[in-house]
């Protein structure tokens, strides 16, 4: 029987955190530099020229409403206006242009990447997520390397000059706003990490959700044939209530950031209108806010809301560094600088290896595959599986098959029996009360009915661990060499060490392969397979 690949999901997770020195950003940055030198510029032109409208106007309305009207002080004023939104345009377009300039060049690279990648490279990528990720991750990247550059650059550069233009009238009113800013930064740096925090969330949901949604459309046929639709589609809709969350979790505190800042900013303007008019009315007389004329009170409250606007920019930009960061790691991760730890490739070769004329693995015994997360143990595992009838000068032993053993066996409707002799031939009640109860099957409270427990099309009501021991009951009972795939992962210790007896004695009389986090289970083993030393051995070899 030959087993389906496993979920890509989990193969490559999204990571967690995101290096400001990644390849994907350092490129981006690169290609960036100039289309963000020019709208830095523009930007900038078009903040002074805000400053200039904004004290034309209140100059023009302050002598208006004393009767002196100055006419000449108006077209100045809406020949500003005219600047600052032609500027305004052109500074828009520069960011776009960039930022679209950005991210073809990062999806240039990726493109030129995988075309120089060998086959065993993209073989081994989870590839929803990398055909996903190279429509959302380029651009988002390029929005940080960009849009929030920009934003960064005026949040420096924006206050100063707005402070600068108020200082001019009063020193007093300018030091009112610059107390503030403490208070807000605090807030940015308290509402930025929970923004981070969420950005990760999703886009490690996003990754999962397109590769598991890829996976399940290659693996269509098997899961109709096994009358698991409905299963695979709560599934699914699991993934997409997970992305949904973290999608509005991010959006929630983006709009909570902005409304602090509009809180701070009406807060200020409120104070400042308060001891200006009171300063106005001969009510209080304050140094600064005493003694203005009407176009001086006007001027600062006018010009405040310019001191706030870089920081509302800011904080409109600041999701975009969460996901950018976390898209950028995660193109690495897919792209530009990750290779798969243990390629289909390098288990090939150690297939061969083990399988050759001086073969590496016994006639009978218990053989574990050891190595970390991801470096390919249940690659090799699949590999010997599927390759083992091949060789010819193992036809004698391969001739029976073998009998496989994981998460993802096909398990019919009908009784505990019925799944356990499945392809098995006439097989007696008592052999098979004898292959449950070897792996504690009969005696499991949540598979109530021993033998004769009901089993619903496809294994819907079972655990993955209740699959796992109806797959190595069903190994036992063939008597074919068995080949399992971390039988001991999703089991409580009790039955996980049943497991163990069961392999062990098995392997008395048969070979047993199995790939395994499992200490205590790789410690029973004749022979184990390091293939994280065979993968530095092939890596040291190309190198």
Not at 92 to 112: F, I, P, Q
């Amino acid at each position: 029987m030959v087993p389906e690949q496993p979920d890509g999901s989990d193969l490559h997770p999204i990571p967690t955190s995101a290096a400001p020195g990644s390849t994907a950003l350092c490129q981006a940055r690169t290609f960036a530099a100039p289309g963000l030198r020019a709208a830095i510029a523009l930007q900038m032109v078009r903040s002074v020229l805000r400053l200039a409208f904004t004290g034309l106007s209140a100059i023009f309305v302050g002598e208006m409403i004393t009767g002196d009207a100055n006419l000449p002080l108006l077209g100045a004023a809406l020949a500003t206006l005219i600047l600052v939104s032609t500027i305004g345009l052109l500074t828009d377009r520069a960011v776009a242009n960039t930022e679209l300039k950005v991210a073809n060049g990062l999806l240039g690279t990726a493109r030129s990447a995988l075309a120089a990648a060998q086959s065993r490279d993209i073989q081994a990528m989870p590839l929803g997520t990398l055909i996903a990720g190279l429509q959302r991750y380029p651009q988002a990247v390029a929005s940080l390397a960009v849009g929030h550059r920009l934003a960064s650059v005026m949040l420096g550069l924006g206050p100063l000059v707005a402070a600068a233009a108020i200082m001019a009238v009063s020193w007093q009113a300018a030091l009112v706003l610059v107390v503030l800013t403490p208070v807000m930064i605090v807030f940015f740096i308290l509402i930025g990490r929970a923004i981070r925090i969420g950005a990760e969330a999703q886009e490690k949901a996003f990754g999962r959700l397109a590769a598991q949604f890829a996976d399940r459309i290659r693996a269509l046929p098997t899961i109709l044939g096994n009358h698991a639709l409905p299963r695979e589609s709560r599934k699914l809709a699991t993934r997409m209530d997970a992305y949904t969350s973290g999608t509005m979790s991010v959006l929630r505190v983006a709009f909570l950031n902005a409304g602090i800042i509009d809180l701070f900013a009406s807060l200020s303007i409120a104070i400042l209108a308060v001891f200006l008019g009171l300063g106005h009315l001969k009510l209080m007389s304050v140094p600064g806010f005493a003694g203005l004329q009407l176009w001086q009170s006007l001027f600062i409250l006018m010009i405040a809301p310019e001191y706030f606007a870089p920081f509302r920019r800011y904080a409109e930009q600041y999701h975009a560094k969460s996901e950018g960061f976390a898209a950028a790691t995660a193109l690495d991760t897919l792209v530009l600088a990750a290779r798969p730890q243990f390629a289909d490739f390098e288990a090939a070769i150690l297939t061969r290896e083990l399988l050759g004329e001086a073969s590496l693995l016994p006639r009978t015994g218990l053989v574990a595959i050891t190595g970390a997360s991801g470096s390919g143990k249940s690659t090799l595992l699949r590999h010997v599986a599927g390759l083992r009838s091949a060789l010819p000068d193992q036809t004698e032993r391969d001739q029976p098959g073998i009998a496989w053993c994981s998460t993802e066996i096909y398990v019919p409707e009908g009784t505990l029996g019925d799944a356990i002799g499945w392809e098995a031939g006439p097989c007696s009640r008592t052999r098979l009360f004898l292959a449950a109860g070897s792996v504690g099957l009969l005696d499991d409270a949540l598979l109530p009915g021993g033998i004769d427990a009901s089993i619903k099309a496809g294994g819907e009501n079972l655990s993955g661990g209740q699959r796992v021991r109806i797959g190595l009951a069903r190994a036992l009972l063939s008597g074919r060499d068995i080949f399992a795939d971390e039988p001991t992962a999703k089991l409580d210790p009790a039955n996980a060490a049943m497991v163990r007896r069961a392999l062990a004695d098995a392997a008395q009389t048969r070979l047993v392969l199995v790939a395994t986090h499992d200490r205590a289970l790789a410690m029973l083993a004749g022979n184990t397979i390091d293939v994280g030393w065979h993968n530095r051995q092939a890596q040291e070899k190309v190198a």
